[in-house]
């Protein structure tokens, strides 16, 4: 059965881009068969805030079990800070 991932992605400036994590993580997803359920942007957001909206929505999808796996670019744009990783992988 194929795998389903939720991509997450985001920048803290407008100026920024998130093309370039999206581009690695879609790969990413192709190179090992898995499909992509959704992807979560945020753009513009801090990491130090541990609400933002497209994240509030991948936890919820969490909780739901809509996907198997959570994609990220680097552990930073998830989360800023240890307690708030731990607390989301919990």
Do not use: C
Not at 63 to 90: E, N, P
């Amino acid at each position: 059965m194929q795998k389903k991932v939720a991509i997450y992605v985001r920048v803290s400036t407008k100026e920024q881009s998130t093309d370039m994590q999206l581009n690695d993580l879609e790969r990413y997803s192709r190179e090992r068969g898995f499909g992509v359920f959704k992807v979560y942007e945020d753009n513009g957001i801090s990491g130090t805030k541990e609400t933002r909206p497209a994240l509030n929505d991948l936890m919820n999808d969490a909780k739901k079990k809509r996907f198997d796996i959570v994609l990220v670019w680097r552990f930073d744009r998830f989360a800023r800070s240890t307690k708030h990783l731990v607390t989301a992988l919990h």
